[in-house]
C-alpha cells in the first residue's frame, strides 16, 4: 500500500471511529454546544450566555465565545438533519432520548465540529512531521484514546485549542510568525492558556517591531470575539471571569509573615529566562511549550482533557528523541492519566454509554465505590506520578542525556 492510499485508509478508519463513539456517547458538558448553536441559529440572537438559562435552565455556559462560535458553519450546514422536537427534548431533558435513534443522531449533530477539529490536527501533525515518523504520528493521534474520549465522548472544547496550538507550531515550522502569531491568538480566544506562550513565540525573532506585530495579532481573535460580549451580564460573570485559570496559583511555598512563593508562575519566570539566555530554535519553542505546560498541570488540579493541550508536542518530541527516559516518562503520565480518569466523576466512564445501553445512565463510578479518604490518597498517588514523570521529562528536556 502507498504512502497516500495508507494514509487515506488511516484516516477514514480514524473518522469511522469518531463517528460511532460520537453517535453513542453523551456527557452533560456537550449540551452547552447544542445550547449555543440553538440561541444562534434558530432563535437568531447573538447572546446566548443571557439567553441559555432560558432554554436549558440546568445549562451554564462558561466557555468564550469563539467556542461556540466555530461551532456555527458545521451546525448550519447539519440543521438539515435535526428534527426540532428532539433538540427541544436534549435541551431540556435528554434522558428522555436515551436508547433512540433521534438522539444518536442529534449527538452527532453537535459533536461534528469537534470531531473535524480532531481530524485535522492529524492533518497537521502529518504535515509537521515530514520524516519517516510521519505514519507513526499520524497513529499516534487518530488512535490516540485521549483524543478520541475528548473530541467524540465528550465533545470538550479542548480539541479547538490543540487545533490552533498544532496549527501555530505548524506555521513556525514554515517560518510564517505572523501567521503563527495570529494562530495562538485563535488558540487564547477559546481558551485563555495559550497566551502563557505567547513570550517563547515572540522569542523566535529579534526584531523588536515584528514582536510588537505578533503581540497585536495575536490579540485580534481575542479582541474580535470577545468585545461584543462585554455588555453581557452573563458573560462577565460566567465566562470572563471564570476562575479556571486562577488554578495556577494555588500551589504554594509558605514564608514567614503570611507571604508565600507561588509555584507555577515562579516555575514558568525561570523557563522563560532560561529561554531567552539561549539561541532558540523551532524545537525550543516545542521543548518550552512543553514544560511550561506540564508545570501547570503538575502543580493544579486539572481536568483531564487540558492534557490534550500538550499531547501533539509531546507526540513530536518523543519521536524526535525516544530514549530510554522519555519512555519512563510517557509510561508514568499514561499511568497517572489513567487513574485520574478512574477516580474522576463516574460521567466519564460507563455513563458515557447510556445512549446505547440506558441502563448505564445510573452507573457508578470506581470514586464512588471508595470512601472519600481512599479516594483522595488515590488521587494524591496519582498526581505524584504525574508530577515524577513531567520533572523526569523536563530535566530530559533541559539536560539532553541518557540517563
Known amino acids: 500500500m502507498t504512502y497516500l492510499k495508507k494514509y487515506w485508509f488511516l484516516l477514514g478508519v480514524a473518522l469511522i471511529i469518531r463517528v460511532l463513539i460520537g453517535a453513542f456517547t453523551f456527557h452533560e458538558d456537550v449540551r452547552a454546544s447544542a445550547t449555543a448553536s440553538f440561541v444562534y441559529l434558530e432563535m437568531k440572537e447573538l447572546d446566548p450566555y443571557s439567553r441559555s438559562y432560558s432554554i436549558a435552565p440546568q445549562e451554564l455556559l462558561n466557555y468564550l465565545p469563539f467556542s461556540y462560535l466555530l461551532a456555527l458553519p458545521f451546525h448550519q450546514i447539519g440543521r438539515i438533519f435535526v428534527d426540532q422536537d428532539t433538540e427541544n427534548t436534549f435541551l431540556v431533558n435528554q434522558n428522555l432520548l436515551l436508547g433512540k435513534p433521534e438522539m444518536w443522531l442529534y449527538l452527532l449533530y453537535v459533536k461534528a465540529p469537534f470531531i473535524i477539529f480532531d481530524i485535522g490536527i492529524g492533518i497537521l501533525l502529518s504535515l509537521i512531521i515530514q520524516s519517516r515518523y510521519q505514519t507513526k504520528t499520524l497513529l499516534l493521534w487518530l488512535f490516540n484514546p485521549l483524543s478520541i474520549w475528548v473530541s467524540s465522548a465528550i465533545g470538550q472544547y479542548d480539541i479547538y485549542l490543540t487545533f490552533f496550538l498544532s496549527l501555530c507550531f505548524y506555521f513556525i515550522q514554515k517560518d510564517k510568525l505572523y501567521l503563527a502569531a495570529l494562530a495562538l491568538g485563535a488558540g ?54 471564570a476562575p479556571q485559570m486562577q488554578k495556577i496559583l494555588y500551589a504554594k511555598i509558605p514564608l514567614s509573615g503570611g507571604e508565600f512563593i507561588l509555584i507555577v508562575p515562579s516555575l514558568m ?42 499531547t501533539p508536542f509531546l507526540i513530536i518530541f518523543s519521536l524526535n528523541h525516544w530514549d530510554k527516559q522519555i519512555k519512563w516518562s510517557i509510561i508514568g503520565l499514561t499511568v497517572s492519566l489513567l487513574g485520574m480518569f478512574f477516580l474522576f466523576e463516574s460521567s466519564l466512564q460507563l455513563k458515557l454509554f447510556a445512549p446505547l445501553f440506558p441502563v448505564l445512565s445510573s452507573a457508578n463510578g470506581l470514586h464512588e465505590l471508595l470512601q472519600d479518604s481512599q479516594v483522595i490518597l488515590l488521587r494524591s498517588i496519582m498526581a505524584s506520578i504525574f508530577f515524577v514523570s513531567s520533572l523526569l521529562l523536563i530535566l530530559r528536556i533541559i539536560v539532553p542525556r541518557r540517563i
Open 269 to 310: 519566570l525561570f523557563f522563560y529566562v532560561i529561554y531567552f539566555l539561549r539561541s532558540r530554535t523551532k524545537e525550543d519553542f516545542l521543548s518550552f511549550s512543553i514544560m511550561i505546560l506540564l508545570s501547570i498541570f503538575a502543580f493544579s488540579h486539572f481536568h483531564i482533557q487540558w492534557f490534550l493541550w500538550v
Open 188 to 241: 487564547a480566544a477559546t481558551k485563555s492558556a495559550p497566551f502563557l506562550l505567547l513570550p517563547l513565540l515572540l522569542g523566535l525573532t529579534v526584531n523588536f517591531r515584528d514582536r510588537i506585530k505578533m503581540i497585536f495579532l495575536s490579540l485580534i481573535p481575542y479582541i474580535i470575539t470577545v468585545t461584543p460580549y462585554l455588555q453581557s451580564a452573563s458573560f462577565r460573570n460566567d465566562a470572563l471571569f
